[in-house]
């Protein structure tokens, strides 16, 4: 099997095997956008579950405890403040955490000891936190800020090291892309957002970004001279270039995503709910999206955007022209898979792609 993959993956690099995925990128925008739509009316139709650190509100959390259950907890705050619903967690083997809204210093001392009698462990075991709604909201809005100077930063960057404005708003629209769809997940299944999901979400824009821009180097390296040969079009070039690295880019994705799943079931189904779980969610689902985007979404927007420009427009109609007159080797079948008719011995599409070298005289 691994022999396999090998080949497969040298046949890829090498341009004996092709996918189309830039010439059926309607296909992936479509799909792309669908998910967005339903991401969107998600948050707009159910909301995020956000925590007591952007909301505000008291938490108690109660160690040592022989059958950690919702039950007395759900009693204990019903006697106290019934005009609340807890949102109660079960915390690893041995301990509950409690949260719901603001109250009052006289009801925070009942209730701690409504919930000592009601768990059967010693007052001062139990910790109590209060946080108000103003911290919440700073909370938030310096995320948001955060993001979009991380955001600013990514373009001026890629603008500079690529020399393409148009990569930069590519590899943009792909982490927002990666973004909205992970936030829409969190929304769909009811996780609890924290500060520990949103350095999760944070966190996967670095990563999707990175895998980007490896797929966006080798889409510069193959295009730096496609107007000195007239067998392939820029959009063919950067089609070869996601071929090139999706072998890279999978692996990658594996090699990443084991260790997070496996922190995700620790998280949720040993620990309990907890940062691990807050925080791996958000890196499995975002890591998952962002191998799709960077092969899908990132190159095939890129190409869309550069497609009119006059230089790579003009080079297209070219090569079209000399293909429709039977003057070029190259087959596009109604796939939009590149077949390469005669090549000259041990000459494969990747080879034939690269501009020829001309020698010192």
Same mark, same amino acid.
């Given at each position: %099997?691994?022999?396999?993959?090998?080949?497969?993956?040298?046949?890829?690099?090498?341009?004996?095997?092709?996918?189309?995925?830039?010439?059926?990128?309607?296909?992936?925008?479509?799909?792309?956008?669908?998910?967005?739509?339903?991401? @969107?009316?998600?948050?707009?139709?159910?909301?995020?579950?956000?925590?007591?650190?952007?909301?505000?509100?008291?938490?108690?959390?109660?160690?040592?405890?022989?059958? #950690? /259950?919702?039950? #007395?907890? /759900?009693?204990?705050?019903?006697?106290?403040?019934?005009?609340?619903?807890?949102?109660?967690?079960?915390?690893?083997?041995?301990?509950?955490?409690? &949260?719901?809204?603001?109250?009052?210093?006289? &009801?925070?001392?009942?209730?701690?000891?409504?919930?000592?009698?009601?768990?059967?462990?010693?007052?001062?075991?139990?910790?109590?936190?209060?946080?108000?709604?103003?911290?919440?909201?700073?909370?938030?809005?310096?995320?948001?800020?955060?993001?979009?100077?991380?955001?600013?930063?990514?373009?001026?960057?890629?603008?500079?090291?690529?020399?393409?404005?148009?990569?930069?708003?590519?590899?943009?629209?792909?982490?927002?892309?990666?973004?909205?769809?992970?936030?829409?997940?969190?929304?769909?299944?009811?996780?609890?957002?924290?500060?520990?999901? *949103? @350095?999760?979400?944070?966190?996967?824009?670095?990563?999707?970004?990175?895998?980007?821009?490896?797929?966006?180097?080798?889409?510069?390296?193959?295009?730096?001279?496609?107007?000195?040969?007239?067998?392939?079009?820029?959009?063919?070039?950067?089609?070869?270039?996601?071929?090139?690295?999706?072998?890279?880019?999978?692996?990658?994705? *594996?090699?990443?995503?084991?260790?997070?799943?496996? @922190?995700?079931?620790?998280?949720?189904? *040993?620990?309990?709910?907890?940062?691990?779980?807050?925080?791996?969610?958000?890196?499995? @689902?975002? %890591?998952?999206?962002?191998?799709?985007?960077?092969?899908?979404?990132?190159? #095939?927007?890129?190409?869309?955007?550069?497609?009119?420009? #006059?230089?790579? &427009?003009?080079?297209? $109609?070219?090569?079209?022209?000399?293909? /429709?007159?039977?003057?070029?080797?190259?087959?596009?079948?109604?796939?939009? $898979?590149?077949?390469?008719?005669?090549?000259?011995?041990?000459?494969?599409?990747?080879?034939?792609?690269?501009? !020829?070298?001309?020698?010192? !005289?």
């Amino acid at each position: %099997m691994a022999s396999n993959l090998a080949t497969w993956g040298n046949k890829l690099h090498n341009g004996e095997k092709t996918y189309p995925i830039v010439a059926q990128r309607k296909r992936w925008f479509i799909i792309s956008a669908v998910l967005m739509l339903a991401a @969107i009316g998600i948050l707009l139709g159910k909301g995020l579950n956000l925590g007591i650190d952007f909301t505000g509100g008291a938490q108690y959390i109660i160690p040592g405890i022989e059958n #950690p /259950e919702a039950g #007395p907890a /759900e009693e204990a705050v019903g006697n106290v403040v019934p005009n609340q619903e807890p949102r109660v967690s079960v915390l690893g083997d041995d301990s509950v955490r409690i &949260q719901l809204g603001e109250i009052s210093a006289d &009801q925070q001392m009942e209730l701690t000891e409504e919930l000592a009698a009601g768990y059967d462990v010693p007052v001062d075991t139990i910790s109590f936190d209060q946080i108000g709604p103003t911290w919440g909201a700073a909370v938030g809005q310096q995320a948001l800020q955060g993001l979009v100077i991380f955001l600013l930063l990514v373009f001026v960057v890629i603008t500079l090291y690529f020399r393409a404005w148009r990569m930069a708003i590519a590899a943009i629209l792909a982490l927002i892309h990666d973004l909205l769809f992970t936030v829409g997940i969190y929304a769909l299944i009811g996780f609890e957002v924290t500060p520990a999901s *949103v @350095i999760g979400f944070l966190t996967i824009l670095g990563y999707s970004l990175y895998d980007t821009v490896v797929v966006f180097d080798k889409v510069k390296e193959n295009t730096q001279h496609f107007e000195s040969q007239n067998r392939y079009t820029y959009a063919e070039l950067a089609n070869l270039a996601v071929n090139q690295t999706l072998v890279r880019s999978i692996n990658t994705s *594996v090699v990443a995503l084991l260790p997070v799943a496996s @922190i995700l079931f620790i998280g949720s189904f *040993v620990l309990g709910a907890g940062t691990l779980k807050d925080i791996s969610l958000a890196l499995f @689902i975002g %890591m998952a999206v962002g191998t799709y985007s960077s092969i899908f979404v990132a190159t #095939p927007l890129e190409v869309t955007l550069r497609r009119k420009e #006059p230089k790579i &427009q003009k080079h297209t $109609e070219k090569v079209l022209a000399l293909r /429709e007159g039977g003057e070029s080797d190259v087959v596009v079948n109604d796939d939009g $898979e590149v077949r390469v008719g005669a090549l000259k011995a041990g000459e494969h599409l990747g080879q034939a792609a690269q501009p !020829k070298r001309k020698g010192r !005289k």
